[in-house]
């Protein structure tokens, strides 16, 4: 009877070992499938941030598509992000920052449903590419980057290498130098600083998140390589005559000037005086080139020199102030009022649900027909971009799409009560304002959205942070 119960306790004890064995092995299973999914989502999101911005077709080669691949190497990375979501799908939590954006999502969806042009919506409008199926990739890219992007050494010299590239070539371009275009027989418009984006104005709002992080890296991290990367992204910014990126980094440098008053030691101050004597010096050189540099600046000074963009805002400003008729105040800002007029009009038309993403255009032509026709006869050009980011969204997803939009961004700008005191938080934050300051005046582009995108979900990574 013992050897009985002995014997039945002893099985009973091998079938809980084994149990428990069984279990030990599935768990480090579903570890490694975990951790290599882990990596996946990390290479995944250096192609989008490192890879992407480089790809392009040349401008005047493929005029209407030269950001075609930018957009197909953006939704390979997606659907890759999104399996990867799948596989994770058991662990996956939200917070009350990643419900104000699934609501925002909600939003995009419903419109797209209830569209003027479906298949637009859905894919974008031609070479701006920024439809549902975009926003599913920025939404990707931020979940990934708040939860499972980790910090390794190699993603700052990713990152040297990529804005040095790009920068040069914006530099060069503007001074008519750069030698593909010669050595390939590239047609190219002159003094056109785009770099691989296709539009100086795009390559600007790329420059206007660059240039801060690196005057924030080298006042905080004291590398004198933050300091070369600054004046090298400086130039490329100066150069590429984009106003708001120059309005972005201004706000960036604001934030920049709290941070040393509150942080103030002469270490710091020495920082900060290096960087503004640098840009001083820069600066000047841009203005006022020698003779053999201006004779390789051509075209329209008013565009093509920091001397005609400050004369051309004088001119904005006077018209601004002066009694003058609403036709010419319209075209302030390179047209820019005028078009947020037309805009606002949409809006006004469909202020619940919008239009459908990216279908601005549709939108102006049908329900805003009589001033859009007049502005094509006048222009030759077509609306299909409202040149502010938020008017954007009011016009083509609603005005209750943008307004979850902004409490989405707020959150994440005021979640760090501490900002100045957090270096980290803070490198991120002075990029992400600068970009959103930008954004008033400029457009989004798949480009450099998605680096947005990504910071947004990188400043909430404690892990990630704590390890810059």
């Known amino acids: 009877m013992f050897k009985k119960l002995n014997k039945m306790k002893h099985e009973k004890s091998n079938k809980i070992k084994i149990s428990e064995s069984t279990n030990l092995n599935n768990e480090i299973t579903i570890t490694k499938k975990h951790t290599k999914t882990d990596k996946v989502i990390n290479v995944i999101l250096c192609i989008i941030v490192f890879l992407i911005p480089l790809l392009t ?14 957009y197909i190497a953006l ?26 954006l699934l609501a925002f999502f909600i939003f995009i969806v419903l419109s797209t449903i209830f569209s003027i042009n479906v298949p637009k919506a859905i894919l974008g409008e031609e070479n701006r590419y920024e439809g549902l199926l975009t926003f599913i990739v920025y939404f990707l890219t931020y979940y990934c980057a708040k939860y499972y992007f980790t910090y390794n050494k190699h993603l700052k010299t990713f990152a040297i290498i990529v804005v040095s590239i790009t920068s040069v070539i914006g530099i060069l371009q503007y001074y008519n ?4 275009y010669y050595i390939f027989d590239i047609p190219y418009v002159e003094s056109f600083a785009s770099a691989t984006f296709g539009n100086r104005n795009f390559f600007g709002s790329f420059l206007s998140m660059i240039v801060p992080i690196f005057m924030a890296l080298y006042i905080i991290k004291k590398k004198k390589v933050y300091l070369i990367m600054s004046f090298l992204s400086f130039g490329a910014i100066l150069v590429t005559m984009t106003r708001s990126a120059w309005v ?19 270490d710091i101050l ?27 600046i051509s075209g329209n000074t008013n565009i093509n020199s920091l001397a005609g963009r400050f004369d051309l805002t004088n001119e904005d400003l006077e018209i601004l102030f002066s009694e003058t008729t609403e036709q010419k105040k319209a075209n302030l800002g390179s047209g820019r009022i005028g078009i947020w007029i037309l805009s606002l009009k949409a809006v006004a038309q469909e202020p619940l649900l919008g239009t459908g993403p990216d279908t601005l255009k ?67 934050i002075v990029a992400i304002v600068s970009y959103l300051a930008q954004a008033f005046f400029n457009i989004s582009t798949i480009g450099v959205t998605p680096i947005l995108w990504l910071l947004l979900g990188i400043v909430q990574n404690e892990k990630f942070k704590e390890n810059l």
């Open 75 to 100: 939704l390979i990375c997606g659907t890759i992000l999104l399996i990867c979501i799948i596989l994770k799908r058991k662990e996956l939590k939200f917070d009350l920052i990643d419900k104000t």
């Open 270 to 296: 020495i920082r900060t005086i290096h960087i503004i004597v640098g840009f001083v010096i820069i600066f000047i050189f841009v203005l006022i080139p020698p003779p053999f540099i201006s004779n390789l």
């Open 177 to 180: 130098i750069f030698p593909l």
């Open 362 to 428: 549709d939108a102006l032509i049908y329900n805003v027909t009589e001033e859009t026709i007049a502005r094509m006869e006048k222009t030759h050009a077509y609306v299909d971009k409202a040149h502010n980011e938020y008017l954007q969204i009011a016009a083509t997803i609603g005005i209750p799409a943008l307004i979850i939009y902004l409490a989405f961004i707020i959150q994440i700008i005021f979640k760090d009560k501490k900002l100045f005191e957090h270096n980290a938080t803070f490198i991120f």
């Open 248 to 266: 972005g980094l201004a706000a960036a440098s604001v934030l920049g000037l709290i941070y040393v008053i509150k942080n103030f030691n002469k």
């Open 57 to 70: 077709i040349p401008r005047m080669v493929a005029l209407n598509w030269y950001n075609i691949v930018k």
